[in-house]
């Protein structure tokens, strides 16, 4: 049973700290069979991922599942595996040092610290942290650029479950979704620009989301939409027509049908029908990540050129992108207002203009 949240170093009376948490979805410890089977047993054991009765998923899972995925997800990791360790891990940590020098250098007091809904750092350890620093309002950002209730909404659980726990909650904001936020429309086009401007540009550029159950949609689920929204936001911003890209959804697991089309077989009739070369990019990501580095860099590209395809290109995500953090610190300084979050900085320039005004020898300071 998890203990109370503690009320650490706490004094009545202080100054409200605040924060920003990025929330995102996870990755494993290391591209290991045994680090996988973790991983995937908390990400695959969610509801809101794998909506089946858990008397009748959790056996499978653990006896079937598991043990067979476990290894060849491992594989795939370790393809992608980098020197300061899981490309998800490593662009998140990024993009929040990134939000935390651009809110600063716009004057705001804000801790922006990021954390996982599966696997390190655990949200309930980073709030516990944040819990520790006095922080007492507190703005959640889900890094899903498109709302799910698979990924925005069990995100927003894991911190709902850490509040049940909480005696002094902080006073709460979030941030639902960003599909249609200019600033980041605009950050997707310039990125794709500036690969054509080095590489050419494509016959066909192709939009790839991660995919979800087509029930999700029936269910109300308004992320199939929110999809289609920034595609087509993305398009006018670079001048095409709608016969110039494509919507696909990748990452398909298990026999139900799924949001269509789907990417590789999207890419192997592109392929087979003659089209030369395709450009992917994957903007519901926003880091690069397994599912972007190996299943569309490399699965992808096997699967267009081995079905007669000329050239292909991954377009990675946004990630840590300068252009893109000044865009989405500009996002949450709207989702700031109201908050005294220059208060630190406009008491320690009053106290500094004190302390020069009674070096000056001024009266009545």
């Known amino acids: 049973m998890q203990q109370p949240v503690a009320d650490r170093q706490y004094t009545h009376g202080a100054e409200p700290g605040m924060a920003v948490l990025l929330l995102n979805l996870g990755t494993p410890d290391a591209p290991t069979a045994p680090a996988l089977r973790r991983y995937l047993r908390e990400f695959l054991s969610d509801q809101r991922v794998v909506e089946i009765p858990r008397a009748l998923w959790l056996p499978l899972l653990n006896g079937i599942i598991l043990p067979l995925r476990a290894p060849k997800s491992a594989a795939k990791?370790?393809?992608?595996?980098?020197?300061?360790?899981?490309?998800?891990?490593?662009?998140?940590?990024?993009?929040?040092?990134?939000?935390?020098?651009?809110?600063?250098?716009?004057?705001?007091?804000?801790?922006?610290?990021?954390?996982?809904?599966?696997?390190?750092?655990?949200?309930?350890?980073?709030?516990?942290?944040?819990?520790?620093?006095?922080?007492?309002?507190?703005?959640?950002?889900?890094?899903?650029?498109?709302?799910?209730?698979?990924?925005?909404?069990?995100?927003?659980d894991a911190v709902m479950a850490w509040l049940r726990r909480a005696r002094r909650q902080p006073e709460l904001r979030t941030l639902r979704n960003y599909a249609d936020d200019s600033g980041y429309i605009t950050a997707l086009a310039r990125k794709i620009q500036r690969h054509w401007a080095e590489h050419g540009r494509a016959e066909q550029l192709i939009m790839s989301f991660h995919g979800m159950p087509q029930r999700t949609l029936k269910l109300g689920d308004p992320y199939h939409c929110e999809c289609h929204k920034t595609s087509r936001l993305l398009g006018q911003a670079l001048g095409l027509d709608a016969s110039q890209y494509k919507v696909t959804f990748q990452s398909r697991f298990g026999k139900q049908a799924w949001l269509q089309p789907y990417t590789e077989p999207t890419l192997r009739a592109l392929a087979k029908a003659g089209t030369q070369r395709v450009d992917v990019v994957c903007p519901g990501f926003a880091v690069d990540c397994l599912e972007t580095l190996e299943e569309i860099a490399v699965e992808g590209k096997q699967a267009f050129l081995s079905s007669g395809g000329g050239e292909y290109h991954y377009i990675p995500c946004l990630n840590a992108d300068p252009g893109w953090v000044e865009a989405f610190s500009g996002l949450i300084e709207t989702h700031l207002q109201g908050w005294p979050t220059r208060r630190t900085v406009d008491a320690a320039q009053r106290n500094a203009s004190r302390d020069r005004a009674k070096a000056m020898g001024a009266d009545n300071v």
């Open 77 to 156: 990791y370790a393809s992608i595996w980098q020197a300061d360790g899981s490309p998800l891990a490593s662009g998140t940590a990024a993009l929040a040092r990134g939000m935390q020098a651009s809110l600063a250098a716009k004057g705001h007091q804000v801790i922006v610290r990021h954390a996982m809904r599966y696997g390190n750092p655990a949200t309930t350890a980073v709030l516990d942290e944040l819990h520790a620093q006095g922080v007492t309002r507190l703005l959640l950002v889900p890094l899903y650029p498109q709302y799910s209730a698979a990924t925005t909404a069990s995100s927003l």
